[in-house]
């Protein structure tokens, strides 16, 4: 995020430019993904009285995901690369993470608001 990551937007020549560009896009998804998902923690650690149904189903997700990445075996860290093709699985992987909860989310709320009218019968 600070511009100093690898390049992912090659499509850029200047760059100074790519640079602000992938800083903006970085932030972007990492803000939409990361909010909600904090507001949950800190609902599971009980600093917030409400919980964040995003937050939760983010969490439901990311969880699996991470153990999987985690079960990959480790190169040392002065052979590691992040180079164009993992930028863009893990932007991939944040951005399925972001429109698969809204998803759950708007599934969810369709089948509560379901529920509810019947109840109103």
């Given at each position: 995020?600070?511009?100093?990551?690898?390049?992912?937007?090659?499509?850029?020549?200047?760059?100074?430019?790519?640079?602000?560009?992938?800083?903006?896009?970085?932030?972007?998804?990492?803000?939409?993904?990361?909010?909600?998902?904090?507001?949950?923690?800190?609902?599971?650690?009980g600093a917030l009285n409400k919980d964040n149904d995003y937050g939760r189903i983010l969490?439901?997700?990311?969880?699996?995901?991470?153990?999987?990445?985690?079960?990959?075996?480790?190169?040392?860290?002065?052979?590691?690369?992040?180079?164009?093709?993992?930028?863009?699985?893990?932007?991939?992987?944040?951005?399925?993470?972001?429109?698969?909860?809204?998803?759950?989310?708007?599934?969810?709320?369709?089948?509560?608001?379901?529920?509810?009218?019947?109840?109103?019968?």
């Amino acid at each position: 995020m600070d511009g100093q990551g690898p390049d992912f937007m090659p499509w850029i020549a200047n760059k100074t430019e790519r640079q602000l560009k992938q800083k903006e896009f970085a932030t972007d998804i990492l803000y939409r993904v990361g909010q909600p998902w904090s507001e949950h923690m800190a609902y599971t650690m009980g600093a917030l009285n409400k919980d964040n149904d995003y937050g939760r189903i983010l969490m439901s997700i990311g969880r699996p995901l991470c153990k999987f990445f985690g079960a990959i075996p480790r190169m040392p860290r002065k052979y590691r690369k992040h180079g164009f093709f993992t930028s863009w699985t893990i932007l991939s992987l944040l951005y399925f993470s972001y429109y698969a909860g809204k998803g759950i989310l708007k599934l969810k709320n369709l089948s509560n608001n379901k529920e509810t009218s019947k109840c109103k019968i």
